[in-house]
């Protein structure tokens, strides 16, 4: 399981990065995409924040000044969240699909600042007692996220259903597995209780939505000239976001697991003659 929980910064990162050339690509073509950072109305805007994305995307997966740049990224999602969609969220508060995108950017924020706690720190400075507070609120906006995305699930159960690949059958069940799933995650993360396991098997729920559910739509929407195809791009690209988020909040909770356990001690122990 550890193997698997430390591939998560590079698949964050890959979906960051990713990200962004998406944003590059609809501010070229003038499309909008709901679910990430990203400015429709000003072109310029779309630009800047792909190019952003994309070099964050990169630092992350190469672990080059990886800590600083998911500092950042967890702050610009954090902006966004506060700014732009909780305006939106606060308009239309019983908006399933809003208060979806508030709280997708919020866990994919507070997974970059869960990932800059996982990552060796590079120095010290007056904003550090800030920064530490802020990078410790990752993991519990992630579980609080992880409740809402499990609420919201059952208020859809049938959208859901629907959307469950035909050859698995019983959609329906699915549904009320993964809405289970999300809240019993989010719960055992809010309250640090095998939160370890509950974020690997929920980054697993995650790659298996990426593999099975998001990837096929995307391409299928890409071959079929579908006008929605950013959509689903960016659909997919928050499930691959998400895993990767789920594993590196599993695997700050192994980090601090390690730190708690007492360490051995092989000092050799000198007797009096």
């Known amino acids: 399981m550890e193997k698997v929980l430390t591939r998560g910064q590079l698949l964050f990162g890959i979906a960051i990065a990713a990200f962004g050339v998406e944003n590059v690509i609809c501010a070229h073509l003038g499309l909008s995409v709901r679910g990430v950072p990203w400015f429709p109305e000003n072109p310029f805007l779309g630009y800047l924040t792909g190019v952003a994305l994309l070099a964050a995307g990169l630092s992350i997966v190469a672990n080059i000044g990886a800590r600083w740049t998911a500092?950042?990224?967890?702050?610009?999602?954090?902006?966004?969240?506060?700014?732009?969609?909780?305006?939106?969220?606060?308009?239309?508060?019983?908006?399933?699909?809003?208060?979806?995108?508030?709280?997708?950017?919020?866990?994919?924020?507070?997974?970059?600042?869960?990932?800059?706690?996982?990552?060796?720190?590079?120095?010290?400075?007056?904003?550090?007692?800030?920064?530490?507070?802020?990078?410790?609120?990752?993991?519990?906006?992630f579980g609080a996220s992880s409740v809402v995305f499990g609420i919201d699930h059952f208020l859809v159960l049938e959208v859901i259903a629907s959307l469950v690949p035909a050859w698995m059958h019983a959609g329906m069940f699915w549904a009320y597995l993964t809405g289970t799933a999300f809240m019993v995650a989010g719960i055992s993360i809010l309250l640090r209780r095998m939160d370890r396991w509950a974020a690997f098997m929920l980054g697993t729920m995650f790659a298996l939505w990426f593999v099975l559910l998001h990837s096929p739509r995307s391409v299928s929407a890409t071959l079929s000239h579908n006008p929605n195809v950013q959509n689903e791009w960016s659909s997919a690209l928050i499930a691959l976001a998400m895993c990767g988020g789920c594993w590196i909040v599993g695997w700050h909770a192994q980090q601090r697991r390690a730190r708690a356990l007492p360490r051995p001690d092989f000092a050799p122990k000198v007797g009096r003659e």
């Open 71 to 141: 500092i950042l990224l967890g702050i610009l999602f954090l902006l966004y969240v506060l700014l732009i969609e909780a305006s939106r969220v606060a308009a239309k508060p019983m908006g399933i699909s809003v208060r979806t995108v508030f709280f997708e950017t919020l866990a994919i924020g507070s997974a970059a600042l869960t990932l800059a706690g996982t990552l060796p720190s590079e120095g010290s400075g007056r904003w550090d007692s800030v920064l530490d507070k802020l990078i410790k609120s990752g993991p519990y906006l």
